[in-house]
């Protein structure tokens, strides 16, 4: 399981149609409104790097997104 | 679905199952005290009941329907019915100790009150108990602000416990050295069994709640054949007289269990613990359907209402005061991110932390009760740690979790 963080910067205004959105895709696995530097930050975990590959252009598609940043997870240590 | 709102349905819908179930275990409380069996028979006839209802369920929620369990409608993580794995055993034998112990002492409380209003706020003081164990097992130590619900709940369910006869110390002491004990045992290996994953995939509260119903019947029967060898006959007996009511009784018992397992997945013992006791709300109708709420006299009804509106102040307190933040951090270079991880990872609140490949070396999600708490507790931490180049904060507003 390959797992992503994926960042963003919604334009002003648009927040809540951006979220609808992407509660609308599949294999992300929270999405949390953040303050700071970024707006959304999203979690997903896919199979393979062509589904996180997938997983990243449906999230380009949304219109109303500024940027976008993906980062994979090499390692993670959770409760 | 949001993770947070799957959270309090379960636990919700798992304290009104538990209301009734309440109500039913005070009525067959009151057939057996009318039948001189004491409350080590109870609990007995219940377990002989329970361990093939619970049984029988499992295998039916086991049944295949489009290529998924029946069971994976109520746990989506449940496929069919299946032995304790090696690494679950030592879990079910102490949760099925404790649990054959307090409910010997439960059955113990409602045959002495016999109003079910009156004995399930008891209940809910396994709260401090599941506080003080958090804070040494889950490096989450309490707040000030959680001290403080833990003792309104405290409070409020010793208020809405009143009887017309004042306190009874005994039936305090069976509660605060038994029950709560043994039910805290109860909820933090029932945690600890639904957080294993096997193959990847979580445990599922079906299998679980099986499971422990048969070590607990275990335990009991073990028990009673230590004390008293004719308990068991007075049992078989009363179970074969009362089976199709102790057989309900079981089957809700189960619904309400496997929702309350699921919700311990999900959030903290606790705090699970602290939703579950609206059931102290939800059992009041069938309190009034028994005739007993309205025994006490006005003062006594007072103190009592003003009890459970404070346990209820307590719990919505405790459950919604909650910080999560993200932390980017980036590591500087020489050092190694590995081990950076680790020292993070000890410190308290943070909840999970990951190595990047991209622009920020580690992110971790950190939870606490409040911004102030996140200074002291993680922020001054997180500044100690040789190797940090830069770290930035960002406060979570709202979040939904894929369950």
């Given at each position: 399981?390959?797992?992503?963080?994926?960042?963003?910067i919604?334009?002003?205004?648009?927040?809540?149609?951006?979220?609808?959105?992407?509660?609308?895709?599949p294999?992300?696995?929270?999405?949390?409104?953040?303050?700071?530097?970024?707006?959304?930050?999203?979690?997903?975990?896919?199979e393979?790097?062509?589904?996180?590959?997938?997983?990243?252009?449906?999230?380009?598609?949304i219109?109303?997104?500024?940027?976008?940043?993906?980062?994979?997870?090499?390692?993670?240590?959770?409760? | 679905?949001?993770?947070?709102?799957?959270?309090?349905?379960?636990?919700?819908?798992?304290?009104?199952?538990?209301?009734?179930?309440?109500?039913?275990?005070s009525?067959?409380?009151?057939?057996?005290?009318?039948?001189?069996?004491?409350?080590?028979?109870?609990?007995?006839?219940?377990?002989?009941?329970?361990?093939?209802?619970?049984?029988?369920?499992?295998?039916?929620?086991s049944?295949?329907?489009?290529?998924?369990?029946?069971?994976?409608?109520?746990?989506?993580?449940?496929?069919?019915?299946?032995?304790?794995?090696?690494?679950?055993?030592?879990?079910?034998?102490?949760?099925?100790?404790?649990?054959?112990?307090?409910?010997?002492?439960?059955?113990?409380?409602?045959?002495?009150?016999?109003?079910?209003?009156?004995?399930?706020?008891?209940?809910?003081i396994?709260?401090?108990?599941?506080?003080?164990?958090?804070?040494?097992?889950?490096?989450?130590s309490?707040?000030?602000?959680?001290?403080?619900?833990?003792?309104?709940?405290?409070?409020?369910?010793?208020?809405?416990?009143?009887s017309?006869?004042?306190?009874?110390?005994?039936?305090?002491?069976?509660?605060?050295?038994?029950?709560?004990?043994?039910?805290?045992?109860?909820?933090?290996?029932?945690?600890?069994?639904?957080?294993?994953?096997?193959?990847?995939?979580?445990?599922?509260?079906?299998?679980?709640?099986?499971?422990?119903?048969?070590?607990?019947?275990?335990?009991?029967?073990?028990?009673?054949?230590?004390?008293?060898?004719?308990?068991?006959?007075?049992?078989?007996?009363?179970?074969?007289?009362?089976?199709?009511?102790?057989?309900?009784?079981?089957?809700?018992?189960?619904?309400?269990?496997?929702?309350?397992?699921?919700?311990?997945?999900?959030?903290?013992?606790?705090?699970?613990q602290?939703?579950?006791?609206?059931?102290?709300?939800?059992?009041?109708?069938?309190?009034?359907?028994?005739?007993?709420?309205?025994?006490?006299?006005?003062?006594?009804?007072?103190?009592?209402?003003?009890?459970?509106v404070?346990?209820?102040?307590?719990?919505?307190?405790?459950?919604?005061?909650?910080?999560?933040?993200?932390?980017?951090?980036?590591?500087?270079?020489?050092?190694?991110?590995?081990?950076?991880?680790?020292?993070?990872?000890?410190?308290?609140?943070?909840?999970?932390?990951a190595?990047?490949?991209?622009?920020?070396?580690?992110?971790?999600?950190?939870?606490?009760?409040s911004?102030?708490k996140?200074?002291?507790?993680?922020?001054?931490?997180?500044?100690?740690?040789?190797?940090?180049?830069?770290?930035?904060?960002?406060?979570?507003?709202?979040?939904?979790?894929?369950?």
């Amino acid at each position: 399981m390959i797992k992503a963080f994926v960042m963003m910067i919604v334009k002003v205004g648009e927040l809540e149609n951006v979220l609808e959105q992407l509660r609308k895709i599949p294999n992300i696995e929270s999405i949390s409104v953040v303050t700071g530097e970024w707006d959304i930050i999203t979690k997903a975990g896919v199979e393979t790097l062509e589904g996180l590959m997938k997983l990243t252009d449906k999230i380009q598609l949304i219109g109303n997104i500024e940027k976008t940043t993906t980062q994979v997870v090499e390692k993670e240590i959770s409760l | 679905m949001r993770k947070k709102y799957l959270f309090y349905v379960l636990a919700i819908v798992s304290s009104f199952i538990l209301a009734i179930v309440a109500t039913m275990d005070s009525t067959i409380c009151f057939i057996f005290h009318q039948n001189s069996w004491n409350y080590w028979v109870c609990a007995l006839a219940v377990f002989l009941v329970g361990a093939p209802i619970t049984l029988l369920i499992v295998f039916i929620l086991s049944l295949p329907i489009n290529g998924k369990s029946l069971g994976s409608k109520l746990d989506p993580s449940f496929k069919r019915i299946r032995l304790v794995k090696r690494e679950e055993l030592s879990y079910y034998l102490l949760a099925g100790a404790a649990n054959a112990i307090q409910t010997a002492g439960y059955y113990l409380i409602l045959s002495r009150f016999g109003d079910p209003s009156m004995a399930l706020p008891f209940n809910q003081i396994v709260i401090l108990y599941l506080l003080s164990i958090e804070s040494i097992a889950e490096k989450n130590s309490p707040t000030m602000a959680e001290l403080q619900c833990a003792i309104i709940v405290t409070f409020g369910a010793i208020m809405s416990s009143l009887s017309m006869g004042g306190l009874d110390i005994k039936a305090l002491l069976v509660v605060f050295l038994i029950i709560n004990p043994g039910w805290c045992v109860v909820s933090i290996y029932q945690r600890k069994l639904k957080l294993l994953k096997f193959g990847g995939k979580p445990n599922d509260s079906i299998n679980i709640r099986f499971w422990n119903v048969i070590f607990s019947t275990i335990f009991v029967v073990l028990i009673a054949l230590i004390v008293d060898k004719s308990l068991l006959l007075q049992a078989f007996y009363a179970a074969s007289k009362y089976f199709p009511l102790l057989g309900v009784l079981m089957s809700l018992g189960f619904f309400s269990y496997v929702l309350y397992i699921r919700a311990l997945g999900i959030g903290k013992a606790s705090v699970t613990q602290a939703i579950r006791a609206s059931s102290i709300i939800f059992v009041i109708p069938f309190s009034i359907l028994l005739g007993r709420f309205f025994y006490a006299d006005s003062l006594h009804l007072l103190i009592k209402l003003m009890g459970i509106v404070l346990v209820i102040l307590g719990i919505t307190s405790l459950s919604l005061t909650d910080v999560k933040a993200y932390l980017f951090i980036n590591v500087k270079q020489g050092y190694s991110k590995g081990v950076l991880m680790e020292k993070i990872w000890k410190i308290k609140g943070v909840e999970s932390i990951a190595t990047i490949a991209g622009g920020t070396d580690l992110i971790a999600k950190v939870r606490t009760r409040s911004l102030g708490k996140g200074y002291e507790r993680v922020i001054r931490r997180l500044e100690e740690v040789e190797g940090i180049e830069e770290f930035k904060w960002q406060s979570i507003l709202k979040e939904w979790e894929e369950i």
